[in-house]
């Protein structure tokens, strides 16, 4: 599957920005699909997930309250709605797929997703 992400940007902390990340195939609505990110200078993590149904969202404590996952299977589309950004979250943000169908929810780290967007950079300003 291809995945192009957009919708980052400059904002100001506070602010809030949706990200989206289009997929390409068929399968689409059979994969757990995450959105992960990565600072300058450190390691990618996670960020938040949900799965093919909806029906199973988790996130990072440190976005928790904040951002929300959400994907659109008519669309192949997955979102992220992110509120009251901080200066910490800049990064690139990623969205990732899991391409095993129907796998059961429960697994976020990087290696348990198989197929990669290019990104898209966030900017937080303090």
């Known amino acids: 599957v291809q995945l192009q992400a957009s919708g980052g940007g400059l904002v100001q902390a506070g602010g809030s920005l949706r990200l989206s990340c289009a997929a390409s195939?068929?399968?689409?609505?059979?994969?757990?699909m995450g959105w992960f990110r990565q600072a300058p200078g450190k390691e990618r993590e996670f960020v938040a997930a949900?799965?093919?149904?909806?029906?199973?969202?988790h996130y990072a404590d440190s976005v928790k309250g904040r951002f929300t996952i959400s994907r659109d299977n008519a669309k192949n589309t997955v979102y992220l709605q992110m509120n009251s950004l901080k200066p910490e979250d800049t990064a690139g943000y990623y969205c990732?797929?899991?391409?095993?169908?129907?796998?059961?929810?429960?697994?976020?780290?990087?290696?348990?997703?198989?197929?990669w967007g290019q990104g898209t950079l966030v900017t937080v300003s303090s």
């Open positions: 195939g068929r399968t689409f609505s059979s994969y757990v």
């Open positions: 949900i799965s093919w149904n909806s029906m199973r969202t």
């Open positions: 990732a797929a899991d391409t095993l169908p129907y796998r059961l929810f429960g697994r976020y780290s990087v290696k348990d997703f198989d197929s």
